[in-house]
């Protein structure tokens, strides 16, 4: 998608369904028997790899439960001012289009891991937030923009999204994301997974420690 193109076309609508079927097939077929890491100390949070059918990378599958239900819990998950203040792995982000039903074009920078030996990356996103099967979903790809912040590496993202339903337990409910970054630069894939899981991890315990305050 071409970030100007989005301008006179406003395709929003038609991209959005593509990239929701393209999520669909995740989800429908997401039977990911590699477990990545089971982190002990975050017994509800799990993390999952297995080979992308998007690019030459992996798609990680995060799953854990959150006290709140799935219409706040979303409001804090999709792009906007209220997402930087607590995510910490994102330090900048300014929507640059706003599109029709619930959709935008969303610039973001992320910060560097494993002591920098991940550096800061720059994203520009199509993001759509909408109701999915029984819960909510706020799902994601990156499109073609030209301006570049000078000393970031523009990443990718292939389809991605975070869904969320009622548990059984109506006081929590169960949040499941599904990523496919492409970070982009000669990095190790021990590095990739180790900050994969850590980040998806950390999302948590942020999304949670917000959610309370």
């Known amino acids: 998608m071409n970030l100007s193109g989005a301008s006179r076309r406003n395709p929003s609508v038609r991209f959005n369904q593509s ?6 097939g995740i989800v429908s077929n997401t039977v990911i028997s590699s477990v990545l890491l089971v982190w002990l100390f975050q ?9 992308s059918q998007e690019f030459g990378g992996f798609l990680y599958k995060a799953e854990g439960t ?20 607590w995510d910490s792995m994102i330090t900048s982000l300014e929507i640059l289009q706003t599109l029709d039903q619930g959709c935008c074009v969303v610039k973001y920078t992320t910060a560097g891991q494993l002591w920098n030996i ?9 993001s759509c937030t909408s109701e999915y099967q029984r819960g909510l979903l706020s799902c994601g790809v990156s499109v073609d ?9 523009r990443g990718f993202n292939h389809p991605c999204g975070w869904f969320c339903v009622p548990a059984q337990d109506l006081e929590l409910s169960v949040l499941t994301g599904y990523i496919q970054t492409d970070l982009r630069g000669m990095l190790p894939q021990a590095a990739v997974d180790t900050a994969m899981a850590s980040g998806l991890v950390n999302f948590f315990t942020d999304l949670r420690r ?4």
């Open 66 to 85: 959150v006290a709140e239900n799935p219409e706040r819990i979303m409001d804090f998950i999709r792009p906007g001012a209220r997402r930087l203040e």
């Open 19 to 24: 990239l929701m079927s393209r999520l669909n």
């Open 145 to 153: 923009h030209e301006e570049q912040r000078a000393g970031l590496v």
């Open 210 to 213: 917000a959610l309370k305050i």
């Open 43 to 51: 017994k509800d949070v799990t993390v999952w790899r297995k080979p």
């Open 118 to 126: 991940i550096s800061p990356r720059e994203f520009v996103d199509f």
